[in-house]
């Protein structure tokens, strides 16, 4: 990674701390998804941060506290930890023995990187769950849903694309589809207990 | 026995999509001759009679065909990128096939034409599974709607379940199917039996059809239900049937019969199980708060929060 060690320099510089300089990163690469364009931010300088910090807190929310056996709750925290990763790992395997020519750990940073939109809607789901249930909350939270999940598909696409050959790239893009679909699954049928 | 002209058409097609995709292979009317594939002859016209010549040239092709290919050994990615070695319209075109079998139309000889991938079984796998899992959730959340009794939950558990059988299914019956079908290699010499491959292939591609049919199952009329399913298991059994048939017919009348009744009745099996393992509602004595549940405003959709509750 770029920020490797650069605190090893000139002791009389005030250089920003290695920890700030992280976050200001990953900050930059948040602003990068929400606001998706052909750049190569993402890709040039991955790291893996920011999809960690994503997949815990979405795992923290989707946590409820279990009143129902653990057979039939929704998923633990480390069910979606391992929907998360092994499902990155598993998109990115499949484009690179498609003949894609992204490397495996911007891939992976992309796809973490693209759940932001879907925590947000986890966010904006957990704050409309307190108001009263009715046909209006879901209809809200199910538009909230299908929103990020298009934002987090467009953000994605636009950063992966093109790493693939021109007649595969439905073939790569499909299992992004179905990732994040999975995912807005499991945001949209929350149900706090 | 087919008609002449029916073997004659399905020779020339196969002939020019073969010429097609060996794109330096020279092509040219009357009895043409495939260059990479040296002594083959591929004989385009009509006319003569076809029946053991053109097995035995079509093992001969197949055969020079699997020569062809290199394989690099297994522990290098180069190998299992050879699996993937597909585009978009061929993924396209193999679910096409599955989904309209035809009694000549071999699937693995005219769709895979010999080179198995990955792509499609993996996927189409996960992808029912998952649908399988969120259909069955759907459902639930369907009947809560009109039974507000029924508890509901999101029973992740299940995409797990989902997931690990479908996944087995697709791994294990082929082997013992390709296993069983080596095993009797030595009483038939006329047609090799298909790799290991291309048999998980085969399979892969006929789950595809229940896909469709299991969203379909959200609708609550049971006799659609069990129409639904029985066309389903009916398309994809006939593509696993026509499929092996050419390989199982030179065998003895009972194992063809056997194997043949086998293969349907695993997939039968699998279909059944999967219809009652995610569809049906819970027993009621599953749920948590029983008694409570009654007191429910009957207006109660989707998220029964604490508030509703302790009334």
Known sequence: MAKAAESSGDPGTTSPRPLMRDLKAVGKKFMHVLYPRKSNTLLRDWDLWGPLILCVTLALMLQRSSIDSEK?????????????????????????????????????????????????????CRLVLLAE???????????????????????STAFLADSQPPNRKALAIYPVFLFYFVISWMILTFTPQ | MAAADELAFHEFEEASNLLAETSDAATASGSDQLTPQGHVAVVVDSGGSYGAEEEAEESDRTALLQEEKQQPGFW??????????????????????????????????HHLRNRPDLYGPFWICATLAFVLAITGNLTLVLAQRRDPSIHYSPQFHKVTVAGVTIYCYVWLVPLALWGFLRWRK?????????????????????????????????????WLQWLFGALALALSAATLVFTLWPVVREDTRLVAAVLLSAVVLLHALLAVGCKFYFFRPLPLEHLAPPLQAASLPPKLLLSPTPRARAT
Not at chain 1, 133 to 155: D, E, H, K, Q, T
Not at chain 2, 79 to 107: A, E
């Open chain 2, 76 to 109: 290098t990615f180069g190998y299992y990128q050879s699996f993937f070695d597909v585009d978009t319209s061929q993924v396209l075109d193999r679910i096409r096939g599955s989904l309209l079998p035809r009694p000549g139309h071999n699937f693995v000889r």
């Open chain 1, 72 to 124: 039939d709750g929704g998923p633990q925290f480390a069910e979606v930890f391992v929907i998360v990763w092994f499902g990155a790992v598993t998109i990115t395997l499949n484009s690179k023995l498609l003949g894609g020519n992204i490397s495996f750990f911007q891939s992976l940073c992309v796809l973490g990187y693209c759940i932001l939109p879907l925590t947000v809607a986890m966010l904006v």
């Open chain 1, 133 to 155: 249930p009715g046909p209006i909350n879901f209809m809200v939270r199910l538009f909230v849903v299908v929103v990020m999940f298009a934002w987090s598909i467009v953000a």
């Open chain 2, 186 to 222: 030595g009483v038939r010499e006329r047609m090799g039996p298909y790799t290991f491959l291309e048999t998980v292939c085969v399979y892969g591609y006929s789950l595809f059809v229940f896909i469709p049919t299991v969203v379909l199952w959200l609708i609550p009329v049971p």
